[in-house]
């Protein structure tokens, strides 16, 4: 009545003798209890069945399911829901379940899921399967983590074996944050590729937040140098709902590359979103039409005349161009950048489109004024990138312009009827010649001038003599404003200032000498034996005399004057000096006065160069000359040759023969030095005025060392073949110059000997003609005694020669043919070669190892076929020396089947041999049979060792008819197929048996 079952199986069985039977005997428990009976099993003639007890006890698994994050109790009895709200894609959130044993076993328990719609388990349970002993629990937790948007809706069931089922039904919902960005895709198009600092491209990336709560906005993207991502409005927390930020992102192209970039962002550290951005470098072509070179020219204008010129632009960047015009004109040009005078338009924010954008510039040349030949840049100035050349400006402005070396002269203290004199110096450097002519009465009484007027030509200067010859005792005479009116041009004005004395004693003659342009000072002692302080004005006469314009002497005390004598003309010859003198104006009206009488030297050398200098190179010394005065200067230039005397033609010390020099200038002098051979050169070179007769000097000294590698050479060939290349070689000396050649590489042959015309150039012819294949370096040497050594380099390649002309073989299989080869010693000695032959065939040929040859013959040898299979073969035959290199053969050969050979004649009784060679490359069975049993072989089967000939015996019997009359047969021997290619081959051989 409580529903248990018992059943036994099988129910009927037969137990053989001394074997057992596996009874099965099964208990289905109902209830809770303790149960014991009997099953009994009736056998066959046997009174009493046996008897077997059975005791069991039924029992049911006691579990319960709690959900521990709310505490609710999961029935088994219905479908239970599990919601895990809204989750984050990505994030992970968790359920966790407690699992308890409440009954007297242990407890065994396994999860499984339903699908859950996603392509990838986003649910997982842990531990998914486990026991649990009696009155003890377990935690299992189930997890999501969902990876894409939408809802969840799965199966969980937890089964206690032998227990209930307890059925989940999961439910959620998979959400990213309500985060806008304002695009997902950015392409910054074509841009310029950067240079120096050149401005970034900028574009704006506005992130907001339309969700409810705070999100995390995190830029996981690593800067490049051409595109960095500026999150500065990101540094700080999360980004609040309702609220945007900006992200700058910044592209600055390298190279003239496309550029394809990801910035990838993080939602609360979950959630990626890529924003894809793209552009492409390239440069910026911006070019220039309508003009000659890119040089606008204006041509020469006079003053007040207008020029104008156009010039087209067009862009052939890939991208639009915005730019400037700037023209910041040097400072030789001055005058250019007054207003007006050079004018462009438009000039500002000129904007060419890509491809195909062109703009019109009109320029506008209206000089003012004398302007010298000149030629400027005109500057693109785009935002950013440095200033590039775009087109010049040429032109110039004819005009008068007329200078004096000084606008004031001063003269110092003269006495009373006496007069000085002082050079004043009018230098035209204009372009046109004007007259002048000098008011000259405005310098009476005290002053006059030499000459009045006259008329200077472009280029020219004109020396005026002012001569200071004063009428009254007076210590400051002034006279302002004189003018020179010029043709053409405005007026000049001079300023005359000087001082007027008595006769007074000269105290002391000062005597000054010194080398040219080089100071000599002396000290004048003034004493104050007053009781006040004296502050004298030394009056100065004398062209290269200076010392400071005001002295203070205190009350009874001593001070030194010091006066420098620093002349620029020499006084050498007829015992000139230079003369001037000093005045001290004290302050009781007397005055000190002093003589100056100065002599001035040949100048010191300049500068002393030294220089070594390889031979046959070509050198180059810069020597700065310096112009002293205030007027431009003309310079002769003399080399004067100390050692040696005289240079021959072999060696040149020069420059170009006159070299102007601006005032108060230096200009560099390029002095050439030239030599073929070793040695010492010393020269003076000096730089003269041809009309003052002043000069200036330096020291110079070439030594000319061994020189290097004059060139070097490529030569190229195949061995055996050769290649030639000659060397030019310039003789400068008047007579012919013999020479010597040399070389250190064998295989490049020169000319021992060699001659090379006078004043001309001679060519030295070199042949390469290698023997093996390498490379090496040569030197090649000419010398002379002349010209010294003249070295060169010679980079050699030989490559590997082609192949010889084939030899032919035909040869039937069996037999063999030889072919005789030839090779050439080409080395000056006897060699040996080394004969190998290559290749898949290359047992089908057979050569000596080694052949001997004489120096610069030809040798002959034997090359032998013996081939082993029917058909065609190739091999190469390689004859090898150290010396004459590697020749290459191809051999090329026919094999046939074997021919019929024969008739053998043997004589009836008696036999003969037939000698038969295995030109195979092992040993071989070959099967000997004939086709008439009058004929026989005493081995039927014979063993033949490879490549190795061996004896056949055939014996005749006699004709069987008895009769006298020949008897033909025939002798085959058959290769098996396997050592054949599977083909048939015999060797067939014919008898012929007579009875005599």
């Avoid at 156009?310 to 207003?339: G, I, K, Y």
């Avoid at 001679?762 to 290698?770: H, R, S």
Wanted: hydrophobic letters at 40%; a neutral charge; proline letters at 6%.
């Amino acid at each position: 009545d409580t529903g248990e079952s018992v059943s036994v199986s099988p129910k009927t069985f037969t137990v053989l003798p001394k074997s057992r039977v596996p009874v099965k005997i099964k208990f289905k428990a109902k209830v809770e209890r303790e149960i014991s009976f009997n099953v009994l099993l009736n056998v066959l003639h046997k009174v009493q069945p046996l008897k077997m007890n059975v005791k069991a006890e039924g029992y049911k698994m006691d579990s319960q399911l709690f959900l521990e994050d709310s505490g609710e109790e999961i029935s088994h009895s219905r479908v239970n829901d599990v919601n895990f709200g809204e989750v984050e894609v990505n994030d992970k959130v968790i359920r966790s379940f407690s699992v308890l044993n409440a009954g007297k076993y242990v407890l065994e328990y396994m999860w499984t899921l339903s699908p859950a719609g996603w392509s990838e388990p986003v649910v997982e349970v842990e531990p998914k399967e486990g026991t649990i002993e009696p009155c003890d629990s377990a935690k299992c937790v189930v997890s999501w983590n969902p990876r894409q948007v939408g809802s969840l809706s799965a199966g969980l069931v937890l089964k206690v074996k032998n227990g209930p089922k307890y059925k989940m039904e999961l439910s959620g919902d998979a959400v990213k944050p309500s985060v806008k960005f304002s695009f997902k895709r950015y392409n910054f198009g074509y841009t310029f590729v950067a240079r120096n600092d050149a401005p970034v491209k900028e574009a704006t990336l506005v992130i907001t937040n339309n969700d409810s709560k705070t999100v995390s906005v995190d830029c996981v993207y690593e800067n490049e140098p051409h595109l960095k991502v500026v999150c500065g409005e990101l540094a700080g927390g999360g980004l609040e709902p309702g609220k945007s930020c900006n992200v700058r992102l910044q592209f600055c192209p390298l190279e003239c590359v496309k550029y394809c970039e990801t910035v990838r962002f993080l939602l609360n550290r979950l959630t990626s979103v890529d924003i894809a951005v793209g552009g492409h470098g390239c440069e910026m072509k911006v070019e220039v039409s309508g003009t000659k070179n890119n040089v606008v020219n204006f041509g020469a204008l006079r003053t007040g005349q207008v020029c104008k010129r156009r010039v087209h632009l067009s862009n052939h960047s890939l991208a639009p161009v915005t730019f400037n015009l700037s023209s910041m004109f040097s400072d030789a040009a001055p005058a250019l950048n007054e207003p007006g005078v050079i004018s462009m338009w438009p000039e500002k924010d000129i904007t060419l489109a890509a491809k195909t954008g062109c703009q019109d510039i009109e320029l506008k040349f209206h000089p003012k004024e004398r302007i010298a030949q000149f030629l400027e840049e005109v500057l693109m100035e785009v935002d950013g990138f440095p200033p590039s050349p775009l087109f010049a400006l040429t032109g110039c402005c004819q005009a008068t312009e007329v200078t004096l070396d000084a606008d004031t002269v001063p003269f110092g203290a003269v006495i009373l009827k006496c007069s000085s004199s002082r050079k004043l110096v009018m230098t035209n450097s204009g372009d046109i010649g004007a007259s002048f002519q000098w008011n000259a009465a405005k310098f009476a009484p005290d002053f006059s001038i030499e000459p009045t007027e006259g008329y200077i030509s472009p280029g020219m200067q004109i020396v005026f003599t002012v001569t200071f010859h004063p009428q009254t005792i007076n210590q400051e005479i002034v006279y302002e404003g004189l003018t020179c009116y010029v043709e053409h041009f405005r007026p000049l004005k001079l300023a005359l200032t000087g001082m007027c004395v008595g006769n007074a004693p000269v105290r002391e003659v000062l005597h000054f000498s010194t080398t040219v342009r080089h100071a000599d000072k002396k000290t004048i002692s003034i004493a104050n034996r007053s009781f006040a302080n004296w502050n004298l004005k030394p009056v100065i006469d004398g062209e290269f005399w200076s010392g400071v314009d005001s002295f203070a002497v205190e009350a009874g005390h001593t001070r030194n004057y010091e006066l420098t004598y620093r002349p620029l003309q020499m006084t050498v010859g007829d015992n000139k000096k230079h003369s001037g003198s000093l005045f001290f104006p004290m302050p009781d009206g007397s005055g000190l006065l002093y003589q100056l009488l100065g002599s001035a030297d040949h100048p010191k050398p300049a500068g002393q160069v030294i220089r070594e200098v390889p031979c046959k190179t070509h050198f180059t010394e810069i020597l700065p000359v310096t112009n002293w005065l205030q007027v431009a200067q003309r310079f002769k230039v003399l080399v004067d040759m100390t050692k040696p005397d005289k240079l021959d033609n072999s060696v040149t010390l020069k420059g170009l023969d006159y070299i102007d020099v601006p005032a108060m200038a230096t200009v560099d002098y390029k002095l050439n030095f030239f030599s073929y051979r070793e040695g010492n050169f010393s020269a003076k070179v000096v730089f003269m005025n041809e009309a003052t007769r002043e000069y200036l000097f330096f020291t110079v000294t070439m030594k000319s060392v061994a020189g290097g590698v004059l060139e070097t050479l490529d030569l190229s060939c195949a061995v055996r073949s050769s290649c030639k290349h000659t060397l030019t070689i310039t003789n400068p000396l008047p007579t012919l110059v013999n020479v010597t050649v040399t070389s250190n590489v064998p295989e490049l042959l020169v000319p021992s000997a060699a001659s090379l015309p006078p004043e001309s150039q001679g060519g030295i012819t070199l042949e390469y003609a290698p023997l093996k294949e390498g490379e090496c370096t040569a030197r090649v040497q000419v010398a002379c005694s002349e010209l010294g050594v003249f070295l060169y380099e010679a980079r050699l390649k030989a490559v590997a020669a082609g192949s010889e002309r084939p030899l032919y073989f035909t040869a039937t299989l069996g037999a063999s043919h030889a072919v005789q080869a030839r090779v050439t010693n080409l080395y000056k000695l006897k060699t040996d070669f080394t004969c190998t032959i290559v290749g898949d065939d290359n047992h089908d040929f057979s050569v000596e190892k080694t052949v001997s040859a004489a120096a610069a013959a030809e040798v002959v040898f034997d090359v032998t076929y013996e081939p082993c299979r029917v058909g065609e073969h190739r091999a190469m035959l390689e004859a090898a020396s150290p010396t004459a290199g590697l020749f290459r053969i191809p051999l090329l050969a026919t094999c046939a089947p074997p021919k019929p050979q024969g008739p053998y004649l043997i004589k009836a009784g008696s036999s003969t041999n037939i000698l038969f060679k295995n030109v195979f490359n092992q040993p071989i069975n070959f099967t000997v049979t004939c086709d008439h049993k009058c004929f026989s072989v005493k081995n039927p089967t014979d063993n033949i060792r490879a490549k190795k000939s061996h004896n056949i015996s055939v014996t005749y019997d006699g004709n069987p008819d008895g009769s006298k009359n020949p008897k033909m047969g025939k002798l085959t021997i058959l290769c098996p197929k396997q050592f054949s290619n599977g083909e048939n081959i015999s060797w067939v051989y014919f008898l012929k048996g007579i009875t005599p």
